[in-house]
C-alpha cells in the first residue's frame, strides 16, 4: 500500500525555522512527481513546491528564497526547509505525489498534512 506520512510541524515564532518531512512507503519516492501543498483557513489549497524533473525545483512567488524542498531517495524522503517564517506562513502543510506533469498538477497520493503555525 503506497502511503506518504507528513511531520515536522508545530508553533514557532516569526521569523523562525521548521524541517518538514515526507516519508514515502510502499513505492520508490524517485520515480513519481512529488510536490509540498499548503492549505490556510478559509482558503483553497495552494502548492508551495514542485520537483519538476532531474534537477529542477519550483517554488510559489511568496515562499521563494526561504524555503528549500530537499531530496533524500535513500531514505524515500523529501524535506521542506521552511526559513524566516511569517504569519501567513500558518497553514496546514500536505506532501503529495503522483505522475509527472508540468507544476505538479495531477497528484493522486496525498498524505494526512502537518499543522504549521506561525505566531508570536
Given at each position: 500500500?503506497?502511503?506518504l506520512v507528513e511531520s515536522?510541524?508545530?508553533?514557532?515564532?516569526?521569523?523562525?525555522?521548521?524541517?518538514?518531512?515526507?516519508?514515502?512507503?510502499?513505492?520508490?519516492?524517485?520515480?513519481?512527481?512529488?510536490?509540498?501543498?499548503?492549505?490556510?483557513?478559509?482558503?483553497?489549497?495552494?502548492?508551495?513546491?514542485?520537483?519538476?524533473?532531474?534537477?529542477?525545483?519550483?517554488?510559489?512567488?511568496?515562499?521563494k528564497d526561504r524555503f528549500?524542498?530537499?531530496?533524500?531517495?535513500?531514505?524515500?524522503?523529501?524535506?521542506?526547509?521552511?526559513?524566516?517564517?511569517?504569519?501567513?506562513?500558518?497553514?496546514?502543510?500536505?506532501?503529495?505525489?503522483?505522475?509527472w506533469t508540468e507544476s505538479?498538477?495531477?497528484?493522486?497520493?496525498?498524505?494526512?498534512?502537518?499543522?504549521?503555525?506561525?505566531?508570536?
Amino acid at each position: 500500500q503506497r502511503q506518504l506520512v507528513e511531520s515536522g510541524g508545530g508553533l514557532v515564532q516569526p521569523g523562525g525555522s521548521l524541517r518538514l518531512s515526507c516519508v514515502g512507503s510502499g513505492f520508490n519516492m524517485e520515480y513519481l512527481q512529488i510536490g509540498w501543498f499548503r492549505q490556510a483557513p478559509g482558503k483553497e489549497r495552494e502548492g508551495v513546491s514542485c520537483i519538476e524533473g532531474t534537477i529542477t525545483i519550483s517554488y510559489a512567488d511568496p515562499v521563494k528564497d526561504r524555503f528549500t524542498l530537499l531530496k533524500d531517495y535513500a531514505k524515500n524522503t523529501v524535506y521542506l526547509q521552511m526559513n524566516s517564517l511569517e504569519p501567513e506562513d500558518t497553514a496546514v502543510y500536505y506532501c503529495a505525489a503522483g505522475r509527472w506533469t508540468e507544476s505538479c498538477s495531477d497528484l493522486t497520493l496525498w498524505g494526512q498534512g502537518t499543522q504549521v503555525t506561525v505566531s508570536s
